[in-house]
């Protein structure tokens, strides 16, 4: 199966092939954000700098050609994986795109050995570290999303962590004030996602829309219907294959139109705080877990299931 047939089979003779091509010509020279800076790993405290200024932060060059090309190939595969349940590509967070987490039966891809790899590579353990100010932060999941060409829809602005509620409304989410007066974005930064670039990230694939700043904001998050122009505008590109972005989660980001030709992955790792921590889902056997550096055993010591219980993997549409 081609990944890049879906452009086409949206587009050829479909009624809003018009609208599509105005689409990408809009896209193709309106967006990204203005004075975006791609740092490299050397400079890791403009990087603590401006990822606590903005809610987000790209280095270039932390993963090598050969690095690259691995994870890669096994985003297609996922993906490929993912596709065989879904003709229709309707997708798992809008039509055309999935979670690489809501894919998964473990709602995590840390079974698999490219996104292990990501474990092991030591700018980013540097990285998160000064972030968070020890090394004594743990992993939440191995997930990220992708899209396809076809993806044509913006996905809403939203944060990706929250306050609890109930068991039922936030069963992934901790924090809470029974007094009412603080919010989890009153806090330092409780967890940090590390997106890696397979591909590079161009005006047209799908590139993320992050706005900067929202990180502490307590004000409603705007619909698609009133978010205004400059926001949709507000896009994480261009960017280099190699590269990271790495998210202070609370930050307001959505997923924006895939107009080109072929797929657009972010794989990711996410980890807490050294001081936080949420309800966690197994995603790595332990037996797989035992295979690993001593350094990623450490970091996934909520992630690994009891040596008793045999690991389901394998590929869905939406994870339990």
Same mark, same amino acid.
């Given at each position: 199966m081609s990944l890049q047939s879906d452009r086409h089979l949206l587009m050829a003779g479909h009624p809003a092939e018009r609208e599509a091509a105005e689409l990408r010509a809009y896209l193709d020279s309106c967006t990204g954000i203005r004075g975006l800076e791609i740092l490299e790993p050397g400079e890791l405290e403009r990087a603590v700098a401006l990822f606590r200024r903005d809610g987000f932060v790209v280095i270039a060059n932390v993963l090598d050609k050969e690095q690259t090309a691995f994870l890669a190939t096994g985003c297609c595969a996922v993906a490929n994986d993912v596709l065989a349940l879904d003709e229709r590509r309707g997708g798992n967070r809008g039509s055309h795109r999935y979670s690489f987490g809501g894919s998964s039966l473990t709602r995590s891809q840390l079974h698999r050995p490219e996104w292990q790899m990501l474990l092991n590579l030591p700018f980013v353990d540097e990285l998160v570290t000064a972030i968070f100010g020890s090394p004594n932060f743990a992993l939440r999941a191995a997930s990220g999303d992708f899209c396809l060409p076809g993806a044509i829809e913006y996905q809403p602005l939203h944060s990706?962590?929250?306050?609890?509620?109930?068991?039922?409304?936030? @069963?992934?989410?901790?924090?809470?004030?029974?007094?009412?007066? /603080?919010?989890?974005?009153?806090?330092?930064? +409780?967890? %940090?996602?590390?997106?890696?670039?397979?591909?590079?990230?161009?005006?047209?694939?799908?590139?993320?829309?992050?706005?900067?700043?929202?990180?502490?904001?307590?004000?409603?998050?705007?619909?698609?219907?009133?978010?205004?122009?400059?926001?949709?505008?507000?896009?994480?590109? @261009?960017?280099?294959?190699?590269?990271?972005?790495?998210?202070? /989660?609370?930050?307001?980001?959505?997923?924006? +139109?895939? %107009?080109?030709?072929?797929?657009?992955?972010?794989?990711?790792?996410?980890?807490?705080a050294p001081w936080f921590t949420e309800p966690t889902v197994p995603g790595i056997s332990f037996q797989d877990h035992q295979r690993l550096s001593p350094r990623a055993q450490y970091l996934t010591r909520y992630c690994v299931a009891d040596s008793s219980v045999e690991l389901r993997t394998g590929a869905t549409l939406f994870a339990p």
């Open positions: 990706d962590v929250s306050d609890w509620v109930s068991a039922v409304r936030s @069963p992934f989410s901790s924090f809470v004030d029974p007094r009412g007066i /603080v919010t989890i974005r009153d806090l330092p930064c +409780p967890y %940090v996602c590390v997106n890696f670039l397979p591909q590079d990230v161009t005006r047209l694939n799908g590139p993320t829309r992050q706005i900067p700043g929202t990180q502490h904001s307590r004000l409603a998050i705007p619909s698609l219907e009133d978010e205004p122009e400059w926001m949709r505008l507000s896009t994480v590109c @261009p960017a280099p294959a190699g590269a990271i972005m790495v998210r202070d /989660v609370r930050a307001w980001h959505g997923g924006t +139109p895939n %107009v080109s030709d072929t797929m657009r992955s972010i794989p990711n790792l996410e980890f807490y």
